[in-house]
């Protein structure tokens, strides 16, 4: 059984930072061999990928964010991060971690808003 836990949103004005962190409880499945991806989902909007960390390194953002957002992971920890920076009001969204476009956490809010 595979539980993801969100952490790490928050309140921030225009130009802050948050770091997201995802916590994988990965019974019955190796971390490290699996692809880690943040999604986000605005009200009235459909759910977006935000950044993707393949299993081998490879890294995609979304164009959107690329140059504020980082994506990592660290596989001893089976933790995955999103650090945000000059967060954009924009960016307001639920954020969500997904492991192996299979499994999905709670989300956590981001509200960019001065």
């Known amino acids: 059984q595979v539980q993801l836990v969100e952490s790490g949103g928050g309140s921030v004005q225009p130009g802050g930072s948050l770091t997201l962190s995802c916590a994988c409880a990965?019974?019955?499945?190796?971390?490290r061999e699996w692809g880690v991806e943040w999604y986000r989902q605005a009200p009235g909007k459909k759910r977006e990928?935000?950044?993707?960390?393949?299993?081998?390194?490879?890294?995609k953002y979304l164009d959107s964010v690329k140059g504020r957002f980082t994506i990592s992971r660290d596989n001893t920890k089976d933790m995955v991060y999103l650090q945000m920076n000059d967060l954009k009001p924009e960016d307001t969204a639920v954020y969500y971690c997904?492991?192996?476009?299979?499994?999905w956490g709670q989300g956590t809010q981001v509200t960019v808003s001065s």
């Open positions: 990965c019974s019955g499945i190796t971390f």
């Open positions: 997904n492991i192996g476009a299979s499994f």
């Open positions: 990928s935000v950044a993707r960390l393949g299993a081998l390194g490879t890294i």
